[in-house]
């Protein structure tokens, strides 16, 4: 035997006597139910729990789809799921409990796990385009004098404290906020916080807030205006500006499908472009695709 193969055989063995022989590392749920709904079962579908949320311990997945297990499974959107046309009709409902400290990967592998153990699903990997957006800077640049970094030391501490968000959601909604003289929202506490109202000269403020996060606020507008609620928009930035911004935006913001609204104020995209100097684009981008080579229907006993 070669000596460089006698190494690697060595350097094999120390790692199995490391990490003990045998012994799964995959994490698993401590206790899950998975049950397919019958027809009759009407009711929304609901999803709650889990790492970052108020009950980390506990998933809750009421009436999803077998493309919404799979997405949460690999950190994808519904539609970056291919396969056969169950994973869209057919519906389950979850019910698990975690190990504790659990962190978003881990719930991700346990759902790996569950679907490969109680619904033999095998997958591969694919790239394909996916339209979205981008925000980037305009041709003019960024206007300074209305998106202002983030100087407040107090506030930088805070909002550090506020963004330690596993699931990499938006900060959380804010309450009632009272309005200034342009009637724009008025901002008192310190951290990330956003607040605004729409209309026909929408004004929404920001504070402390990163483009990445200003992206996903972005993301909702697009959906409310374009009456393409429950999809996914990818909105991605590309801006190039890292830190933290202070900044306020007016614009026309009218939920689609609202009548006897005069859209007489900016758009979005104009708005972005005049008051930030920032651009709003269509872009289609490959993507990470999951396609289901195989699923059984109806899961293992529980």
């Known amino acids: 035997m070669k000596s460089s193969h006698r190494f690697y055989l060595i350097l094999i063995a120390t790692r199995l006597a490391a990490h003990g022989t045998g012994a799964s ?4 749920f401590d206790i899950a139910s998975l049950k397919a709904v019958t027809a009759a079962e009407n009711g929304p579908s609901k999803i ?3 790492p970052g949320t108020s009950d980390p311990g506990r998933i809750s997945y009421s009436r ?9 499974a690999y950190g994808v959107a519904d539609d970056q799921v291919a396969g056969p046309a169950s994973l869209s009709s057919d519906r389950y409902t979850l019910l698990a409990t975690l190990p504790p400290a659990s962190t978003v990967e881990q719930l991700r592998l ?4 569950l679907l490969s153990e109680r619904m033999a699903m095998n997958v591969h990997h694919e790239s394909r385009e996916y339209g979205g957006y981008q925000l980037v800077i305009s041709k003019k640049g960024v206007n300074t004098k209305n998106l202002k970094r983030a100087m407040d ?3 930088q501490q805070e909002n550090a404290a506020s963004r330690e968000n596993p699931t990499g959601g938006a900060p959380a909604p804010m309450p009632a906020l009272a309005l200034d003289r342009d009637r724009c929202p ?4 310190g951290g990330t916080q956003m607040g605004g109202r729409w209309g026909t000269e929408a004004c929404s403020r920001f504070q402390n807030m990163s483009m990445t996060e200003f992206c996903k606020t972005l993301g909702v507008i697009v959906q409310v205006t374009d009456g393409i609620y429950g999809k996914q928009t990818r909105l991605v930035d590309r ?3 890292d830190g933290l911004y202070d900044f306020t935006l007016t614009f026309t913001f009218i939920p689609f499908g609202l009548k006897n609204v005069d859209p007489s104020g900016p758009t979005l995209y104009e708005a972005l472009e005049q008051q930030q100097g920032l651009k709003l684009e269509e872009v289609k981008d490959p993507l990470d695709t999951i396609v289901v080579d195989r699923i059984d229907k109806v899961p293992a006993e529980n």
């Open 25 to 28: 590392t995959v994490p698993e």
């Open 48 to 50: 709650s729990g889990g």
């Open 64 to 72: 999803v789809t077998l493309a919404t297990l799979v997405a949460r």
């Open 110 to 113: 346990m759902l790996q796990h």
């Open 153 to 155: 030391s107090v506030n």
């Open 186 to 189: 008025v901002i008192t506490a």
């Open 239 to 241: 801006t190039g500006l």
